[in-house]
DNA sequence: CAGTGGTCTAGACCACACC
DNA sequence: GTGTGGTCTAGACCACTGG
């Protein structure tokens, strides 16, 4: 792991850092191992620790490292594949989904979520939490927004909030004829809620997965889910099981 | 925008800086408006200009800021919609494409690409490099691998390379008839060559849509596409033009 | 040229996990 | 406790853009 090279072209340091140390990860580590700790790897490698984080950061943010406060840094496994957008025809909710309901409760929806949710202007949302678990491990916290309008027959239920109501929002749902769905992918970054529900630091970059339901010609139901961007790869269209092993350089030429 | 307030939570100096310009961002810019530089915000706020840096950090990858060495940070537009994943039924190359041929070569496969390409272990497959543009700026580069079984008939063709051959091959392709396609999405950081063509720096944040075409049971053709994760939003199973308007807090609870 | 963001340093202290 | 990664500082110099 020698770091001797003084560069011609003046590619960053962190950059050629980055590189040394994934051939390392592919070489001489393996899934799960822990690495030195920052302050010797920077002092092994003649850089400032600042350089070195620099480096490391870039290797979390593309899913080869893991690294907990208070812990070290450990050789991450591969991304899992989550499959999102599979069962092209159901609601959230159905019977073999993904998602555990959390809570639920009863707004005004806020400014930015009403304009998506075209219909219904000034109309309350019920807004649904769920979290979704694969492998052990929680991959996604969601907030469904529901506008009140969409599951009408809900005045039977008594439960006023918690995960048993949110269970039956979504019991009600099922009765709508779904008409087909839209996703919509961009990177965000954790707010402090989700990154405490998806064991990370607020500001962890996450996936966020935009789906508006269609039903009935209306937007029936609006969902947020925001993925962990460094564990999760995000399947669409079937085949949720396939795993692509990055080797030394990832889609090398 | 003072930030006078000693936390009673110790909320990190760079998160609180981030959520006040972003609120700041949304009430006192518009968008293309440039702010004033690192140094002069730093001083503003009292804190380091590195801690500075790490809120911008933030904002950028968030798709609210732009920035560019020896230019400024301007405040950049909402993120575009790019569609991905339409034209369900279609190969790359069709007539629709938003899709630009550059270059052509045939090579032996890269190990990872082979993996995933199950058909063919030892084959060479033809590299098509494409790049997409959309209103009037690169969204992202692509590296198309396509077995050499795939196209058969293309002894025809004379130009061995380039965008002209380019096309040939993808003029092949349409031939076959295409059973699906399968879509993944993940985080990445860009390579050197595909950060030049996305007009960005090496390491910057992209998104990574991998497709396997699947044809006669096979892998007949295998899409690396990186998009630029700052600007663009991707949209799957239609609407690519819905624009939604982050507000102060996006995605408020 | 001057001004911008990008890189890098050598420290310091804090929050957290584990023993 | 000790050891880890996370935050923060106050500088310095480099690479690039534009006038």
Redesign the pocket.
């Known amino acids: 792991m020698g770091t001797t090279q003084l560069e011609t072209v ?8 980055r590189t040394v140390l994934s051939e390392a990860l592919d070489s001489e580590f393996s899934v799960g191992e ?9 002092a092994r490698f ?12 870039q290797l ?1 943010l593309e899913g080869r490292l893991q ?7 450990t050789v991450a496994p591969p991304r899992m594949g989550v499959s999102v957008g599979t069962a092209q025809h159901a609601w959230p909710g159905g019977s073999d989904d993904a998602w555990q309901a959390v809570d639920c409760t009863l707004v005004a929806p806020p400014a930015a979520i009403a304009e998506t949710l075209v219909t219904g202007r000034e109309e309350p949302v019920h807004t649904v939490r769920r979290s979704r678990v694969s492998q052990g491990q929680p991959v996604a916290a969601e907030l469904l927004y529901i506008p009140a309008s969409s599951v009408p027959d809900l005045s039977a239920i008594d439960a006023p909030s918690g995960a048993a109501r949110a269970r039956a929002v979504l019991r009600e749902l099922q009765h709508l004829e779904l008409e087909r769905h839209e996703n919509a992918v961009e990177l965000g970054s954790a707010r402090a809620d989700d990154a405490k529900e998806l064991d990370r ?3 962890a970059p996450v996936l966020v997965v935009t789906t508006r339901f269609i039903a009935l010609g209306r937007v029936a139901a609006l969902s947020v889910a925001t993925y962990r961007a460094d564990t999760c790869r995000l399947t669409f269209g079937d085949s949720g099981g396939v795993q692509i092993h990055h080797g030394p350089e990832r889609r090398a030429s």
């Open positions: 003046p590619e960053p340091k962190y950059w050629h850092l822990i690495l030195p700790n920052e302050r010797d790897l920077a003649g850089v400032a620790r600042a350089t070195l984080r620099q480096a490391l950061e979390e690294r907990r406060r208070g812990v070290g840094t630091l607020p500001g």
